[in-house]
C-alpha cells in the first residue's frame, strides 16, 4: 500500500524557519517524482514545489523561491522541505504527493501536516 | 502562475447532472492533455478522480467524466449522491515544468 507521511509541522513566528519531512512507503520511492502542495486554511490548493526522481531537478512556486527549499534522501525514502523566513502568507496545511510521471497527476497524497506561522 | 479559473459553487438535486469548467491558458490546460482533477471532503487530503484529461483511476465511480476543449477542461457528475458533495479542483501540467491548481468549485448537493 502506498504511504505519505508527512510530519514537521508546528506554530512558528515571522521570519521563522521549519523542516517538513515526507516518509514513504509502499513503493519505489527513487523512481518517483514529488510534489508539495499546501492549502491555506479555507483556501484552495496550491502548488508549492516540485523534485525529480534523483533530486538533481527542482522547481518552486514564484510565491516560495528563495525561502523553501525541497529536497529528498533515496536511501531513507523520504522527503524535506526546508522552510526559512517564513511569513504569515506561508501558513497552511502542507501535502506531499507522488507524480505519476507519464500522466504529471498527483496520484497518492499524504494527510498533510500544518504549519502556522504568527507571532 | 495564474490559478485555473473554476466556478466557486455549483449545486444539483440527487440523480441530476452537473458540471465543473475549469479554464486555463495554451500554456497549461491548452497545451497539454495532462489535466487532471481531485475531490477533497472536509478536513481531508485530496482524492485522484481523473487523470490525463479523462481517464479514470481503478475504484473511481464511472458516473464522472472529464473532457477538454482548447484552454478549458470539464468535469460531469452524473446521478448526483450525497457523497458527491465536496470540494473539486483541476490541475494542469504547464509548459514551465511545474504544476497550476484551479481556485476549487464546492458541490452542493441539494
Known amino acids: 500500500e502506498v504511504q505519505l507521511v508527512e510530519s514537521g509541522g508546528g506554530l512558528v513566528q515571522p521570519g521563522g524557519s521549519l523542516r517538513l519531512s515526507c516518509a514513504a512507503s509502499?513503493?519505489?520511492?527513487?523512481?518517483?517524482?514529488i510534489n508539495w502542495v499546501r492549502q491555506a486554511p479555507g483556501k484552495g490548493l496550491e502548488w508549492v514545489s516540485s523534485?525529480?526522481?534523483?533530486?538533481?531537478?527542482?522547481y518552486y512556486a514564484d510565491s516560495v523561491k528563495g525561502r523553501l527549499t525541497i529536497s529528498r534522501d533515496n536511501t531513507k525514502n523520504s522527503l524535506y522541505l526546508q522552510m526559512n523566513s517564513l511569513r504569515a502568507e506561508d501558513t497552511a496545511v502542507y501535502y506531499c504527493a507522488r507524480i505519476s510521471w507519464s500522466s504529471r497527476q498527483h496520484d497518492y497524497w499524504g494527510q498533510g501536516t500544518l504549519v502556522t506561522v504568527s507571532s | 502562475q495564474s490559478a485555473l479559473t473554476q466556478p466557486a459553487s455549483v449545486s444539483g438535486s440527487p440523480g441530476q447532472s452537473i458540471t465543473i469548467s475549469c479554464t486555463g491558458t495554451?500554456?497549461?490546460?491548452?497545451?497539454?492533455?495532462?489535466v487532471s482533477w481531485y475531490q477533497q471532503h472536509p478536513g481531508k487530503a485530496p482524492k485522484l478522480m481523473i487523470y490525463e484529461v479523462s481517464n479514470r483511476p481503478s475504484g473511481v465511480s464511472n458516473r464522472l467524466s472529464g473532457s477538454k476543449s482548447g484552454n478549458t477542461a470539464s468535469l460531469a457528475i452524473s446521478g448526483l449522491q450525497a457523497e458527491d458533495e465536496a470540494d473539486y479542483y483541476c490541475s494542469s501540467y504547464t509548459s514551465s515544468s511545474t504544476w497550476v491548481f484551479g481556485g476549487g468549485t464546492k458541490l452542493t448537493v441539494l
Open positions: 523534485i525529480s526522481s534523483s533530486g538533481a531537478t527542482r
Open positions: 495554451s500554456s497549461d490546460v491548452g497545451g497539454y492533455n495532462f
Open positions: 509502499g513503493f519505489t520511492f527513487s523512481s518517483y517524482t
